[in-house]
């Protein structure tokens, strides 16, 4: 069969070939001349002949083939078996009963070697089972043994232990009872000494309750009479602010905004039938609050005093010394005639210490025609205070000063007749009575 396959792939390579080597049209002629006759024969050899001798070349030649395959196998089967099986790969019927009869034996001594086998198997098996049989009930019998003797000692140590907790529970539940008789007898007595130690303690509550709300008492009464004196110190302060600060400021030392409501003085009282706590608890925000009024005074008593220290209210000498001169018209000890002074002379010695009338910045420090050497210091509220006829200057322009600070000495520069302090006092660039400004001579 793989041959007549070879066979026949080469008869149609064989034709492609012919088909592929005679591409275009020609004609071949082939011509035969006989000697003896003399006679010509012609043949045409074209493209389409050769392919249709070579067609049917191709079709006679796979039909040969394919008798052979056909007829000559089944014949060489009967003449030649042994080349026709290597050929072909096939057998005869014949002799495919004697392999399946060769097959049927070696099949049967399997067969009997493998029951055999079996047989040896089953056996050791059953001897295996039978010996594994018997161990087993001979193990089973042993640990039933085992275990009977156990639960036999088991149950003899159980018994053992249950006498043993028997006895151990009564003991305890004897011991319970003892110590339960024993807490009830103490209890019994932590009660009476309990009643005993509230009754103590309840009359030593009503004493000290007692003495603290005598002593709140007390407190009270001296709180009454520290605000009444805080009231009078605020009167008294107002009194002397009044008294201190000039005319045109007296407004900014009182407080202008709206209040009002009924005159209640405050008291410190406390209620005897109230608790001591709630009474300690009122007390003490009474006193918070009293704290924050006096607090409240004091900013604003610093303020006032501040106020004032800007102010040029101290005497312009370290002692009192009497006036030579007042403010206003006098006779001029020049001229001789009545003319306007516009401050006071203080009578002094020269190289008496001048002293800056209050808190201020210096204008002017130097020499001012009539006035000699002069020094001029700004105030607050638009106040310039004025140092004339000095013999010594000791401070400069753009300096600050402070109240009692020495800024310079007495002297006769300038337009005088004599060693003294020309004083003056000026708001908003108007001349004003020094006296009505200044407090107490030589006060700071």
């Known amino acids: 069969m793989q041959h007549l396959k070879l066979f ?36 045409n050899i074209s493209r389409q002949r050769l392919i249709r001798w070579s067609i049917l070349a191709g079709v006679l030649l796979i039909m040969v083939g394919v008798s052979i395959h056909f007829f000559g196998f089944r014949i060489a089967l009967q003449f030649q078996p042994k080349l026709a099986r290597t050929m072909g790969d096939v057998i005869t019927a014949d002799e495919q ?28 098996l059953a001897e295996a089972q039978s010996n594994r049989t018997k161990d087993l009930a001979e193990a089973q019998a042993n640990r039933a043994k085992e275990l009977a003797e156990s639960d036999a000692q088991h149950q003899k140590q159980l018994d053992r232990l249950t006498q043993t907790q028997q006895t151990a529970l009564a003991q305890r539940e004897k011991k319970q009872k003892d110590l339960v008789a024993s807490y009830e007898h103490q209890l019994a007595l932590m009660q009476v000494d309990f009643k005993e130690t509230a009754m103590q303690f309840s009359r030593e509550k009503k004493e000290i309750d007692a003495l603290y709300r005598k002593k709140l008492d007390g407190l009270n009464t001296q709180m009454t009479a520290m605000t009444n004196k805080i009231g009078e110190l605020n009167t008294l302060k107002e009194r002397f602010a009044t008294l201190a600060a000039p005319t045109p400021i007296k407004n900014k030392m009182s407080d202008s905004s709206g ?9 410190f009282k406390s209620s005897p039938n109230a608790y001591l706590e709630d009474e300690l608890d009122y007390t ?15 900013e604003l008593w610093a303020t006032r005093y501040q106020l004032l220290t800007q102010l040029p209210l101290g005497a312009p000498l370290p002692m009192a010394l009497g006036l030579n001169s007042n403010f206003g018209p006098r006779v001029d000890p020049i001229t001789r005639t009545v003319a306007q002074h516009s401050g006071i002379d203080f009578v002094a010695k020269v190289g008496t210490p001048i002293l800056a009338a209050g808190n201020g910045t210096v204008l002017q420090a130097g020499w001012d025609g009539a006035y000699g050497l002069t020094l001029q210091i700004r105030h607050a509220e638009g106040y310039v205070s004025k140092y004339a006829h000095a013999s010594k200057l000791n401070v400069t322009a753009g300096q600050t000063v402070t109240r009692g600070q020495k800024i310079a000495e007495v002297g006769l520069t300038g337009r005088t007749t004599g060693a003294h302090l020309h004083f003056e006092v000026l708001r908003h660039g108007q001349f004003v009575n020094p006296m009505q400004v200044l407090v107490v001579p030589g006060s700071k």
Do not use: M
Not at 284 to 298: D, E, F, P, R, V
């Open 284 to 298: 003490i925000a009474k006193i918070s609050s009293l704290n924050t009024t006096a607090h409240g005074l004091q």
């Open 8 to 43: 026949i792939l080469f008869c149609i390579l064989l034709s492609i070939l012919l088909v592929r080597f005679i591409d275009r049209q020609y004609t071949v002629q082939l011509i035969w001349i006989s000697g003896s006759t003399s006679s010509v024969r012609r043949i």
């Open 97 to 124: 009963q004697v392999l399946l009869a060769q097959h049927q034996q070696q099949l049967a001594r399997l067969t009997q070697q493998h029951q055999a086998a079996l047989d040896k198997r089953t056996k050791e």
């Open 259 to 267: 209040r009002g409501g009924p005159l209640r003085p405050v008291v």
